[in-house]
C-alpha cells in the first residue's frame, strides 16, 4: 500500500504542476517494457491478466509466479509491453485497483532474465521450440495450456458424436423436424464432450497429485537416509579418533611415564588409607582396654569367705550375752 500511496501521490503532483510527459518520473524507466503486477487473485491465470491488462496495449510476455510443487499462483507477476508507453498507463491507471476484493500494485521494473529463459511471445501459449536452433528441445519444462491439454486429436468420438453424425448423414433433407432432431443431439454431444473433458483433467490433476507426492516422500526417504548417513559417519569417525587417539597415548612415551606417575601416586594414596585405618583401628583398642582397667574389681571367693567368716565372730559373742 505504501508504493501505491506514493505512485498516486506522485501522479497528483505532476497534474498540480503541470509536468509535461517529458519531466514526469516515468522518464526513468523508457529503458523498460516491464512491469511488475502483485495483490494478484490467486483464482487468475495468465490469460485473465493478459485480458486485463491488454486494455492499456499490447502484452507480448507473461511469468506467473506459481508454487513448484502445487503449481497454483503466488499473486504476483511480471509482464512486457510492446510499447514502453504502455506500461505508464498500466502503472497509473491498475496501480490501486480492486480486483476480486484484493487491492493492484503495479509498478515499473527491470526483469533479468535468466539465462535458459525464453522470452518469446507467450501470451497465445507456449511458444514451440525451432528444430534448427540451438534449444533444449523437451527436456525444458513448460506448463501446457488448457487448450492444449483438451485437444480434439488425442481423443476418441463418443457414441453422443457418432449418433449426431449418422443423424445427419441419414435424415432427409426435406424432414421438418431434422433441425430440431440436429439442435438436440448436438447439444447432447456437447455435454457429454465436457463431461468427458472435465474427467480427464480430474485424472490428470489426480496423476499430478500422485507423483508429487511420491516425488516428496522419496525426497523425505532420501533426506532421513542422508541424515542417517551423516550420524553413522560422526559416530565411526568418532570411534576411529578416540582409538587413535588411545593408540597415540600408548605409544607415547609422555604418556607411558604419565600414566607411570598416576599409577605410583594411587599406590601411595591406598599406602596412606591403610596406615590410616590401623592406627585408627589400635586406637580404638586401646580406649577399650583403658575403660576396662578403671573398672572396679569384682570381689574374688576368698575375700566373700573372710567376710562371712568376720561376720559370724561378730554374732556368737551377742548369743552368749544372751
Not at 150 to 164: I, Q
Not at 292 to 299: A, E, G, L, M, V
Request: one cysteine or more; charged letters at 55%; glycine letters at 6%.
Amino acid at each position: 500500500m505504501n508504493s501505491i500511496r506514493a505512485i498516486q501521490k506522485l501522479n497528483k503532483r505532476e497534474l498540480e504542476e503541470g509536468i509535461n510527459p517529458e519531466g514526469s518520473w516515468h522518464t526513468d524507466y523508457r529503458d523498460t517494457a516491464f512491469i511488475n503486477v502483485g495483490g494478484l487473485p490467486f483464482e487468475l491465470s495468465e490469460g485473465d491478466i493478459i485480458t486485463l491488462f491488454s486494455q492499456y496495449g499490447e502484452p507480448v510476455w507473461i511469468k506467473l509466479a506459481r508454487d513448484k510443487e502445487t503449481g497454483k499462483s503466488r499473486g504476483f507477476a511480471w509482464l512486457k509491453y510492446e510499447d514502453q508507453r504502455s506500461c505508464d498507463l498500466a502503472v497509473d491507471n491498475l496501480g490501486g485497483a480492486t480486483v476480486m476484493d484484493r487491492v493492484l500494485r503495479v509498478d515499473h521494473a527491470r526483469y533479468k532474465p535468466k539465462d535458459d529463459e525464453d522470452m518469446r511471445d507467450n501470451t497465445m501459449g507456449e511458444p514451440e521450440d525451432d528444430p534448427g536452433d540451438g534449444s533444449d528441445g523437451g527436456r525444458r519444462k513448460r506448463r501446457r495450456t488448457e487448450s492444449e491439454s483438451d485437444s480434439d486429436d488425442d481423443r476418441p468420438l463418443l457414441p453422443e458424436e457418432v449418433e449426431l453424425e449418422k443423424a445427419i448423414a441419414n435424415l432427409d433433407e426435406e424432414d421438418p423436424m431434422k433441425e430440431a432432431m440436429v439442435k438436440r443431439l448436438q447439444e447432447k454431444a456437447d455435454t457429454a464432450v465436457k463431461k468427458y473433458k472435465n474427467s480427464r483433467r480430474k485424472e490428470k490433476e489426480r496423476e499430478r497429485k500422485h507423483e508429487r507426492r511420491h516425488r516428496r516422500d522419496g525426497s523425505r526417504h532420501r533426506d532421513r537416509s542422508r541424515d542417517r548417513r551423516k550420524i553413522k559417519d560422526r559416530e565411526e569417525s568418532g570411534d576411529e579418533h578416540r582409538h587413535r587417539s588411545s593408540r597415540r597415548r600408548r605409544d607415547d612415551p609422555r604418556e607411558k611415564a604419565r600414566d607411570g606417575h598416576r599409577d605410583r601416586d594411587r599406590r601411595d594414596r591406598d599406602r596412606r588409607d591403610r596406615s590410616r585405618e590401623r592406627r585408627h583401628r589400635s586406637s580404638d583398642e586401646e580406649d577399650r582396654r583403658h575403660s576396662r582397667s578403671k573398672r572396679s574389681p569384682r570381689p574374688s571367693k576368698d575375700d566373700r569367705g573372710r567376710r562371712d567368716d568376720d561376720d559370724r565372730k561378730k554374732a556368737r559373742p551377742e548369743r552368749d550375752a544372751r
